[in-house]
């Protein structure tokens, strides 16, 4: 099976760019950077891809990893805390 059971999205604007959901598996787990509030991230989605979540019963992980970085004093890196959530 090609479907993915992780998805992490670096920057929001890739969900407006990228069908980032389409190959995820029933279940998937789904990780988005974001500085938007629990209760605003859903709001902020593009349509397509709350159904996405809905219609496969994805499960939505933010994390603010710019700011997780910067209190790491990583600066603007990025990359390793979002590994740090796949490995988690």
Not at 64 to 77: C, F, K, L, P
């Amino acid at each position: 099976d090609d479907r993915a059971r992780y998805v992490g999205c670096h920057q929001t604007i890739f969900l407006e760019k990228f069908d980032m959901l389409k190959k995820a598996a029933q279940e998937a787990v789904f990780v988005l950077n974001t500085s938007l509030s629990q209760d605003q991230v859903w709001q902020s989605l593009p349509r397509s891809a709350q159904q996405q979540m809905l219609q496969k019963n994805i499960s939505l992980y933010i994390i603010d990893a710019y700011e997780v970085a910067r209190q790491s004093g990583m600066g603007r890196r990025i990359n390793t805390v979002m590994q740090t959530c796949f490995f988690a």
